[in-house]
Structures are given as structure tokens and as C-alpha cells.
């Protein structure tokens, strides 16, 4: 039980152009996903938390009209990097949570490759 | 200063060895730590749960906190191949958010 996944595990875009990706708790309903990033051999940064229905927090630094998160329903969250440039490319993560509880599910995350 | 701090190794160890994994965090405040397992190009996989201080164990891990030292450990006995990948120590810091430490990788050599 308890599964994430993501779509897709890989993508590759031109400079400028805009990429979306999805997370999905497949057998449960998430009222809470996050976003996070990872850089090679570095640890997971948080982005965003997004609640079903509501904006999505961001963190300090991070653009919000850059990465624009939609939690538009319970199992499904999506990240749209805008505008992407060569420095946006990373391994994007989304994790998800029960009502009620703190442990976190990740997805297998996707890599971002922006040429 | 980091609100958690981890070697990033690399860690290189023969099949078998016992491992022995650490973090060092900066808040006394901190009461929920947690180990992570992630293989390369995947999600992390939660290994262990611990709250406050003390060991917990599940069959070759065993998790340990010293809230004294401010220091958590997490310690594979019988390592195997398999156990090769990044381990990633995490706290909570407020309400749902994690925050991790570098992550060690770690191989087991056949």
C-alpha cells in the first residue's frame, strides 16, 4: 500500500519551453503532497507543500511563478516548470500523506534534462 | 550551520561488514528522526521511524538517538550487496516538513 508514482521518470526539453509533471498516491488519497528537488550528490531540498484545493506553499527561494503546483484533487498533484533553463535541470521528487499522519511516501521521482 | 548534517561518504565496505551510518543535527527541538534508503534515479524508501531517544531495531537495522549528543546512527549488521545505495537521515522541523541531510553512499563489495 501506499504507493506514489510519477509521470514522467525522464524528460528532456529545449531551453524556455515549459515541462509538467504528475504525482499520483495510487491507493490512497493524499491530503498532502510535497515537492522536492535534488541536485547531483546533494540531499532532497522541500519546494512546495500543497494541500488538495489550496495554494501550494512555497520555501524561501523558491519562484512560485516559476513552479507552479495544482493539487486539483486528491490522488493527483502536478509541478510545471516554466520557462525552463539549463540551471532548472534536477531530480524532481513528490511525496504524499495520509490524513492524520506525518510519514511521508515518495515517488520514484522524475529527472528534468533541460538542453 | 545545517539544520542536519551527514558525511556523503562515499563508504565502501566488504559483504558482511557492519555499517555504521551517522547525523548530527542542531536543534534540541527535533524529536522525530528518520532513515531513508535511496537507489540511484529512485524515490527514498523510509527504513526506520525513531522518536526521542534510545534504539529501535528491525531485523540487520537498528536505529539509534542520542539526543544528548544531539547524534543518530543507524547501523546495518550482515551487509549485504544489496544494501548499496544512498542513505539519507531526516528530522521534522515544525508541522510535516522534512528536512535531510546529504545522504551517505554507501557499497557493499561482494
Known amino acids: 500500500g501506499a504507493v506514489v508514482s510519477q509521470h514522467p521518470s525522464w524528460v528532456i526539453c529545449k531551453s524556455g519551453t515549459s515541462v509538467k509533471i504528475e504525482c499520483r498516491s495510487l491507493?490512497?488519497?493524499?491530503?498532502?503532497m510535497f515537492w522536492y528537488r535534488q541536485f547531483p550528490k546533494q540531499s532532497l531540498m522541500l519546494m512546495a507543500t500543497s494541500n488538495e484545493g489550496s495554494k501550494a506553499t512555497y520555501e524561501q527561494g523558491v519562484e512560485k511563478d516559476k513552479f507552479l503546483i495544482n493539487h486539483a484533487s486528491l490522488t493527483l498533484s502536478t509541478l510545471t516548470v516554466t520557462s525552463a533553463h539549463p540551471e532548472d535541470s534536477s531530480f524532481y521528487i513528490c511525496?504524499?500523506?495520509?490524513?492524520?499522519?506525518?510519514?511521508?511516501?515518495f515517488g520514484p521521482g522524475t529527472r528534468l534534462t533541460v538542453l | 550551520q545545517k539544520e542536519v548534517e551527514q558525511d556523503p561518504g562515499p563508504l565502501s565496505v566488504p559483504e558482511g561488514a557492519i555499517v555504521s551510518l551517522n547525523c548530527t543535527y542542531s536543534?534540541?527541538?527535533?524529536?522525530?528522526f528518520m532513515w531513508y534508503r535511496q537507489y540511484s534515479r529512485k524515490g527514498p524508501e523510509l527504513l526506520m521511524y525513531t522518536y526521542s531517544s534510545g534504539n529501535k531495531e528491525d531485523g540487520r537495522f537498528t536505529a539509534q538517538v542520542d539526543k544528548s549528543s544531539k547524534y543518530i546512527s543507524l547501523f546495518i549488521r550482515d551487509s549485504q550487496p544489496s544494501d548499496s545505495a544512498t542513505y539519507l537521515c531526516a528530522t521534522f522541523q515544525g508541522a510535516q516538513k522534512l528536512v535531510f541531510g546529504q545522504g551517505t553512499r554507501l557499497t557493499i563489495n561482494p
Open positions: 536543534n534540541s527541538a527535533f524529536q522525530y
Open positions: 491507493d490512497f488519497q493524499a491530503t498532502t
Open positions: 511525496s504524499a500523506t495520509l490524513a492524520g499522519s506525518d510519514t511521508q511516501y
